[in-house]
């Protein structure tokens, strides 16, 4: 008899990829050594717009080891102009983008030149002799002043800064407004964040001369569609182009892009013949790698004296920067559902107008669209609150959907699968102690204290898990949003899952370890997981927008429901019995009444690669693929609460205390779910309390290096204290929802509505973030008005 | 980033690497701990053509008493400096600043004394040295020659070093007896201080008998808050603390920077000035 399989689905399993990353044994992109590799280094604009008059490499050539130098005009050509696969909305504004600059630079930064030696000390020092006489010319820096009749325009060509604008509206706002006892407007400003992965990018090309082949390694999120994008900008075919994402040390959205050095690289490897290698430097990461957020939001509620919430006016101006790249155009727009979040409300109306600077270029970052979704309402909600003098949370209360009336359709036309927002807070408040806190903050405030305590409050929930195929088309993306997996079942039992998800630091090689264990009834030490290999695994859609797990896990999942299904096909005809009679427990088939007749699916396995006895008709082969697009998306939600002590004197900011409930339904691994949670939430009061990306007024970047760009690490942050409610989808078969962004999601407008609480006694309602000691100085001091 | 070429040497004894670097000319340098050498290099910013790596030296390293005066190899990284036994007993404020340079490995490689000829006005340890009246010992083809760090600290990133000279002691006086706190600012743990505070303070009778303030980035050089220093002697109270300590930024010329504006330093110098004071004199 057989004993009862633990299940592995919900056991904090210790990571499998952790044992080589932590000891070094690493495949890193800037690790691989090929025979004759050549390095590329570039050559970057000082300037954030200028002519190029004049680039002569000649020099450089002269330089010992240099093999090849390049201006983008020699190379223009063969390297097409970098794509855009979302222009939201018609007549969205496409400039040219030359992965090496021609005839403008439009960001400090912009490639001009590019130099080939044998070894990167050699390229860097050719570099230097490279010349390039620039005319410069006015430049567009601010969103707020780009659509201004004088504006300068980034790319005169188009005749304008504006790129697009995208509305939609659901009920009507006007007769809300004018219904309402109280209406708050307000202008929130997301700053400019860089990403900062800890692995900087890095690209390497190998030619195959014989076969007119290319493997492209590179520190990417997305193998698959950058193979498919390669192929369509280069004009080489996409099946002589095998792209690896090898080991790969984070993203953030930084690394779902499709980079012009990946296009360099790969055209100059089959100009010159060689393999080539390309690894940037932090500071080079730092001005070239896109940048994320940077939005002005104006948004209006309007509310009855009661607190009931009739409707929300959002209206964004969205920095581009100086060029779409891939999703640029659409970041803002992922957000435009989201406003309304977790309230009931008559109207909304929602409008973005996507506009051009000239700074590097804007696009994913961790949560795209939804933190910043999430920072204006949960920063009016609680402003609305302090208006009406209710209490934060009994605001939301008031206006939230009651758990019962899930499924839920909200106002901007997104259907709520499941959610308990009650039980989340209640747990969040007992968790964090919250009526202590309140009566010792007014304690505070009596005594004048010079530290004063602010609570925080963000009951978030966000969209994640792209996308529906359909829904994307719909949004005139020009890709679809299923995921891939394949599961070979081998002779000796061992499991191999093939994913089409591009895992860069999430743990699936865990995590689908743990699901496919589970439904074949294998030792989770038998799973083996491929990914990142456009060779290995062909068919996928990578990794984004936390959709891993709830597309790319399930298609695991339901892959191997389907080994399952062929094997049972195969035990019934080797145990002489019906289908219908066989259970399948603890990866053994068995027939009922009779639980001695028994074939492990190892067993099965192996009959079906011997193929003597199968099933008359049937393919020898219990092996599966599963193509999943999801029918809608996953929104995982919770309540996050920050208390933070300010000091008055100083206007240093420390976080006190930090309690996070949150709902990610069925949880696949809780040790994961955690390290989710702590990276985001870390990230998310880094955009509330430290990063900010500062240009001069001549548009070069200020914090070009980790000494000026401020990334907190361990000593700069709190304890965190999280917990969950489980609450399961009912859109997929394991009831999972997303966790890769909630964290940053939830965490900034919680940290930053903790900043203002404390500050209001001050007259005090909004500090931009960051929100730096010397910001909130400044608020308090007489007769300034706070930054707002 | 990757450095220019350069040529490396790494003797072995203080009259060898002086004489190394008289040898190799003008664009020669001295390596200490390379923490702040290298990333100039790296940034190519700096453009030396001879390293001289001072790393193995041993006579540079260690911490001695000399009467009533700690003698400190300018080769001896944080991390020996903050945990060693003289240093703490007799230089408590040196070991509670060396604390908050940047983060352990950092100071696992970083000197002191190469922290005090790179002479940044936003270091910890130079506003340190200066508020303690340290004396800094320099040795060249010319001899040997002790310089008081009143004199020491030139300009931005200059001292009185001759180009040609080589740091090798840190002397300063034992501090037995003085209370001390170094109040750093900074906006993330590994960041340099937006503004420093080094104070010592002795008392006698109740009331601040003597009390020291060195400045961290409030200026082109690390500074003494001479005013402040002197509206501090005879302070008996908090009060009178906190008034003395309105005049800390006196004289002194902060920058404007992404990290904070002059105002905004000038202010943070006041504030740290009186915490500083009052938790060396044990008003706090």
Same mark, same amino acid.
């Given at each position: 008899?057989?004993?009862?399989?633990?299940?592995?689905?919900?056991?904090?399993?210790?990571?499998?990829?952790?044992?080589?990353?932590?000891?070094?044994?690493?495949?890193?992109?800037?690790?691989?050594?090929?025979?004759?590799?050549?390095?590329?280094?570039?050559?970057?604009?000082?300037?954030?717009?200028?002519?190029?008059?004049?680039?002569?490499?000649?020099?450089?050539?002269?330089?010992?080891?240099?093999?090849?130098?390049?201006? /983008?005009?020699?190379?223009?050509?063969?390297?097409?102009?970098?794509?855009?696969?979302?222009?939201?909305?018609?007549?969205?504004?496409?400039?040219?983008?030359?992965?090496? =600059?021609?005839?403008?630079?439009?960001? =400090?930064?912009?490639?001009?030149?590019?130099?080939?030696?044998?070894?990167?000390?050699?390229?860097?020092?050719?570099?230097?002799?490279?010349?390039?006489?620039?005319?410069?010319?006015?430049?567009?820096?601010?969103?707020?002043?780009?659509?201004?009749?004088?504006?300068?325009?980034?790319?005169?060509?188009? /005749?304008?800064?504006?790129?697009?604008?995208?509305?939609?509206?659901?009920?009507?706002?006007?007769?809300?407004?004018?219904?309402?006892?109280?209406?708050?407007?307000?202008?929130?400003?997301?700053?400019?964040?860089?990403?900062?992965?800890?692995?900087?990018?890095?690209?390497?090309?190998?030619?195959?001369?014989?076969?007119?082949?290319?493997?492209?390694?590179?520190?990417?999120?997305?193998?698959?569609?950058?193979?498919?994008?390669?192929?369509?900008?280069?004009?080489?075919?996409?099946?002589?182009?095998?792209?690896?994402?090898?080991?790969?040390?984070?993203?953030?959205?930084?690394?779902?892009?499709?980079?012009?050095?990946?296009?360099?690289?790969?055209?100059?490897?089959?100009?010159?013949?060689?393999?080539?290698?390309?690894?940037?430097?932090?500071?080079?990461?730092?001005?070239? @790698?896109?940048?994320?957020?940077?939005?002005?939001?104006?948004?209006? $509620?309007?509310?009855?004296?009661?607190?009931? %919430?009739?409707?929300?006016?959002?209206?964004?101006?969205?920095?581009?920067?100086?060029?779409?790249?891939?999703?640029?155009?659409?970041?803002?727009?992922?957000?435009?559902?989201?406003?309304?979040?977790?309230?009931?409300?008559?109207?909304?109306?929602?409008?973005?107008?996507?506009?051009?600077?000239?700074?590097?270029?804007?696009?994913?970052?961790?949560?795209?669209?939804?933190?910043?979704?999430?920072?204006?309402?949960?920063?009016?909600?609680?402003?609305?609150?302090?208006? !009406?003098?209710?209490?934060?949370?009994?605001?939301?209360?008031?206006?939230?959907?009651?758990?019962?009336?899930?499924?839920?359709?909200?106002?901007?036309?997104?259907?709520? &699968?499941?959610?308990?927002?009650?039980?989340?807070?209640?747990?969040?408040?007992?968790?964090?102690?919250?009526?202590?806190?309140?009566?010792?903050? =007014?304690?505070?405030?009596?005594?004048?204290?010079?530290?004063?305590?602010?609570?925080?409050?963000?009951?978030?929930?966000?969209?994640?898990?792209?996308?529906?195929?359909?829904?994307?088309?719909?949004?005139?993306?020009?890709?679809?949003?299923?995921?891939?997996?394949? $599961?070979?079942?081998?002779?000796?039992?061992?499991?191999?899952?093939?994913?089409?998800?591009?895992?860069?630091?999430?743990?699936?090689?865990?995590?689908?370890?743990?699901?496919? =264990?589970?439904? !074949?009834? +294998?030792?989770?030490?038998?799973?083996?997981?491929?990914?990142?290999?456009?060779?290995?695994?062909?068919?996928?859609?990578?990794?984004?927008?936390?959709?891993?797990?709830?597309?790319?896990?399930?298609?695991?999942?339901?892959?191997?429901?389907?080994?399952?299904?062929?094997?049972?096909?195969?035990?019934?005809?080797?145990?002489?019995?019906?289908?219908?009679?066989?259970?399948?427990?603890?990866?053994?088939?068995?027939?009922?009444?009779?639980?001695?007749?028994?074939?492990?699916?190892?067993?099965?396995?192996?009959?079906?690669?011997?193929?003597?006895?199968?099933?008359?008709?049937?393919?020898?082969?219990?092996?599966?693929?599963?193509?999943?697009?999801?029918?809608?998306?996953?929104?995982?939600?919770?309540?996050?609460?920050?208390?933070?002590?300010?000091?008055?004197?100083?206007?240093? %900011?420390?976080?006190?205390?930090?309690?996070?409930?949150?709902?990610?339904?069925?949880?696949?691994?809780?040790?994961?779910?955690?390290?989710?949670?702590? /990276?985001?939430?870390?990230?998310?009061?880094?955009?509330?309390?430290?990063?900010?990306?500062?240009?001069?007024?001549?548009?070069?970047?200020?914090?070009?290096?980790?000494?000026?760009?401020?990334?907190?690490?361990?000593?700069?942050?709190?304890?965190?204290?999280?917990?969950?409610?489980?609450?399961?989808?009912?859109?997929?078969?394991?009831?999972?929802?997303?966790?890769?962004?909630?964290?940053?999601?939830?965490?900034?407008?919680?940290?930053?509505?903790?900043?203002?609480?404390?500050?209001?006694?001050?007259?005090?309602?909004?500090?931009?973030?960051?929100?730096?000691?010397?910001?909130?100085?400044?608020?308090?001091?007489?007769?300034?008005?706070?930054?707002? | 980033?990757?450095?220019?070429?350069?040529?490396?040497?790494?003797?072995?004894?203080?009259?060898?690497?002086?004489?190394?670097?008289?040898?190799?000319?003008?664009?020669?340098?001295?390596?200490?701990?390379?923490?702040?050498?290298?990333?100039?290099?790296?940034?190519?910013?700096?453009?030396?053509?001879?390293?001289?790596?001072?790393?193995?030296?041993?006579?540079?390293?260690?911490?001695? #008493? &000399?009467?009533?005066?700690?003698?400190?190899?300018?080769?001896?990284?944080?991390?020996?400096?903050?945990? &060693?036994?003289?240093?703490?007993?007799?230089?408590?404020?040196?070991?509670?600043?060396?604390?908050? %340079?940047?983060?352990?490995?950092?100071?696992?490689?970083?000197?002191?004394?190469?922290?005090?000829?790179?002479?940044?006005?936003?270091?910890?340890?130079?506003?340190? %040295?200066?508020?303690?009246?340290?004396?800094?010992?320099?040795?060249?083809?010319?001899?040997?020659?002790?310089?008081?760090?009143?004199?020491?600290?030139?300009?931005?990133?200059?001292?009185?070093?001759?180009?040609?000279? !080589?740091?090798?002691?840190?002397?300063?006086?034992?501090?037995?007896?003085?209370?001390?706190?170094?109040?750093?600012?900074?906006?993330?743990?590994?960041?340099?201080?937006?503004?420093?505070?080094?104070?010592?303070?002795?008392?006698? &009778?109740?009331?601040?008998?003597?009390?020291? +303030?060195?400045?961290?980035?409030? /200026?082109?050089?690390?500074?003494?808050?001479?005013?402040?220093?002197?509206?501090?002697?005879?302070?008996?109270?908090?009060?009178?603390?906190?008034?003395?300590?309105?005049?800390?930024?006196?004289?002194?010329?902060?920058?404007?920077?992404?990290?904070?504006?002059? #105002?905004?330093?000038?202010?943070?110098?006041?504030?740290? @000035?009186?915490?500083?004071?009052?938790?060396?004199?044990?008003?706090?």
């Amino acid at each position: 008899m057989s004993e009862t399989v633990e299940r592995e689905v919900g056991r904090a399993r210790a990571r499998k990829e952790d044992a080589h990353l932590i000891t070094g044994q690493t495949n890193w992109t800037d690790n691989i050594a090929v025979n004759g590799l050549l390095h590329l280094a570039i050559l970057r604009s000082p300037m954030a717009h200028a002519r190029i008059d004049r680039v002569d490499v000649s020099a450089a050539l002269e330089r010992p080891g240099v093999i090849a130098a390049f201006s /983008g005009r020699d190379v223009a050509e063969a390297m097409g102009s970098l794509p855009c696969a979302w222009p939201v909305a018609e007549g969205t504004v496409m400039p040219d983008h030359p992965p090496i =600059a021609v005839d403008e630079v439009r960001y =400090a930064g912009d490639p001009v030149a590019v130099v080939v030696a044998r070894d990167r000390y050699a390229a860097a020092d050719a570099l230097e002799a490279v010349e390039v006489d620039y005319t410069p010319l006015p430049t567009v820096l601010e969103i707020e002043s780009a659509l201004d009749e004088n504006a300068p325009l980034v790319h005169s060509d188009k /005749g304008t800064n504006r790129c697009y604008d995208y509305r939609t509206t659901d009920g009507d706002y006007a007769a809300a407004k004018a219904r309402a006892d109280v209406v708050l407007t307000r202008r929130y400003h997301q700053q400019r964040l860089i990403p900062s992965a800890m692995e900087p990018r890095a690209v390497v090309v190998t030619p195959l001369a014989a076969s007119g082949e290319f493997t492209l390694y590179s520190s990417t999120q997305i193998p698959h569609v950058l193979r498919v994008l390669l192929a369509v900008t280069t004009g080489i075919p996409e099946n002589k182009i095998r792209v690896v994402a090898p080991d790969v040390g984070g993203g953030f959205g930084s690394k779902l892009q499709v980079y012009g050095e990946e296009v360099i690289a790969l055209v100059l490897a089959k100009r010159l013949g060689r393999p080539l290698k390309w690894t940037e430097s932090r500071s080079e990461a730092n001005l070239a @790698t896109h940048h994320g957020r940077s939005q002005v939001q104006d948004i209006e $509620i309007a509310a009855r004296r009661d607190g009931t %919430v009739l409707g929300l006016k959002v209206s964004l101006l969205a920095d581009m920067g100086a060029y779409l790249m891939l999703l640029s155009p659409g970041i803002p727009i992922l957000g435009a559902s989201m406003y309304p979040a977790i309230y009931k409300m008559g109207a909304y109306e929602f409008s973005c107008t996507g506009v051009f600077t000239n700074r590097t270029p804007i696009d994913a970052y961790r949560g795209a669209g939804r933190p910043e979704a999430t920072f204006a309402i949960e920063r009016i909600m609680d402003d609305l609150a302090a208006e !009406l003098g209710m209490d934060a949370i009994d605001l939301r209360r008031h206006n939230w959907i009651r758990h019962e009336e899930f499924p839920y359709t909200t106002i901007a036309g997104m259907t709520y &699968d499941s959610g308990n927002y009650e039980a989340a807070t209640d747990k969040a408040l007992a968790l964090f102690d919250y009526d202590k806190l309140r009566a010792e903050q =007014a304690d505070r405030i009596d005594h004048a204290d010079t530290v004063r305590l602010g609570i925080g409050v963000s009951t978030y929930t966000e969209m994640c898990g792209l996308a529906p195929s359909r829904w994307l088309g719909e949004m005139r993306y020009a890709a679809g949003g299923w995921e891939a997996a394949s $599961i070979r079942v081998l002779p000796t039992g061992k499991v191999e899952v093939i994913t089409g998800t591009s895992p860069h630091g999430q743990g699936h090689v865990t995590s689908w370890s743990q699901i496919a =264990a589970d439904v !074949l009834g +294998v030792p989770f030490e038998d799973v083996e997981v491929m990914h990142g290999d456009t060779l290995l695994a062909p068919h996928g859609m990578d990794t984004y927008g936390s959709r891993s797990l709830v597309v790319g896990g399930v298609a695991v999942h339901e892959a191997a429901r389907k080994v399952v299904d062929k094997a049972r096909k195969v035990a019934a005809h080797l145990l002489e019995a019906n289908e219908a009679d066989l259970d399948f427990a603890d990866g053994a088939f068995s027939v009922k009444g009779s639980p001695e007749a028994r074939k492990t699916i190892q067993e099965v396995a192996f009959a079906t690669f011997a193929s003597h006895d199968l099933p008359d008709g049937m393919e020898p082969s219990i092996n599966a693929d599963h193509v999943l697009d999801p029918e809608t998306f996953s929104f995982p939600h919770g309540t996050h609460l920050c208390a933070v002590e300010v000091d008055t004197e100083t206007g240093a %900011v420390h976080v006190r205390s930090y309690v996070c409930v949150d709902d990610v339904g069925k949880v696949v691994n809780p040790l994961i779910v955690e390290g989710q949670l702590h /990276g985001g939430i870390a990230q998310g009061i880094a955009q509330a309390l430290y990063e900010e990306a500062v240009y001069d007024e001549e548009g070069n970047l200020l914090t070009g290096t980790l000494a000026d760009y401020l990334v907190p690490a361990a000593p700069d942050l709190p304890e965190f204290l999280t917990d969950r409610t489980e609450t399961p989808a009912t859109s997929n078969p394991l009831g999972v929802k997303g966790v890769g962004e909630a964290g940053t999601i939830a965490s900034t407008p919680a940290v930053v509505n903790a900043v203002v609480d404390a500050l209001r006694p001050f007259g005090v309602r909004d500090i931009r973030m960051p929100c730096t000691p010397e910001r909130i100085w400044q608020a308090l001091q007489p007769g300034k008005e706070a930054s707002a | 980033m990757i450095p220019p070429a350069f040529e490396y040497a790494r003797p072995s004894s203080v009259d060898e690497a002086v004489r190394t670097l008289a040898d190799g000319g003008e664009d020669a340098k001295f390596l200490a701990g390379g923490q702040s050498l290298l990333p100039l290099l790296r940034m190519r910013l700096a453009f030396p053509e001879l390293l001289v790596d001072l790393g193995r030296v041993p006579e540079l390293r260690g911490v001695r #008493e &000399d009467d009533g005066t700690l003698v400190i190899g300018a080769m001896t990284t944080h991390h020996h400096v903050l945990h &060693d036994p003289l240093v703490r007993r007799h230089a408590g404020l040196l070991a509670a600043a060396t604390a908050t %340079v940047a983060d352990p490995a950092v100071r696992h490689r970083g000197t002191l004394g190469g922290s005090l000829a790179h002479a940044d006005p936003a270091g910890d340890l130079p506003a340190v %040295v200066l508020a303690m009246d340290g004396e800094l010992v320099a040795v060249g083809p010319r001899g040997r020659r002790v310089i008081p760090a009143r004199e020491f600290f030139v300009d931005y990133l200059q001292t009185a070093l001759a180009p040609d000279e !080589l740091l090798v002691e840190v002397r300063v006086p034992k501090t037995d007896g003085w209370g001390f706190k170094y109040e750093k600012f900074h906006r993330v743990a590994q960041a340099w201080p937006i503004v420093g505070v080094a104070a010592l303070v002795r008392r006698d &009778d109740g009331h601040i008998a003597e009390a020291r +303030v060195g400045l961290s980035n409030m /200026g082109s050089t690390p500074l003494r808050a001479a005013t402040a220093e002197e509206a501090l002697s005879g302070a008996s109270d908090p009060d009178a603390v906190a008034r003395a300590a309105e005049e800390a930024a006196d004289g002194t010329r902060p920058a404007q920077d992404t990290s904070g504006s002059p #105002e905004y330093r000038a202010h943070l110098a006041r504030v740290l @000035t009186k915490r500083a004071v009052l938790a060396a004199a044990g008003m706090g």
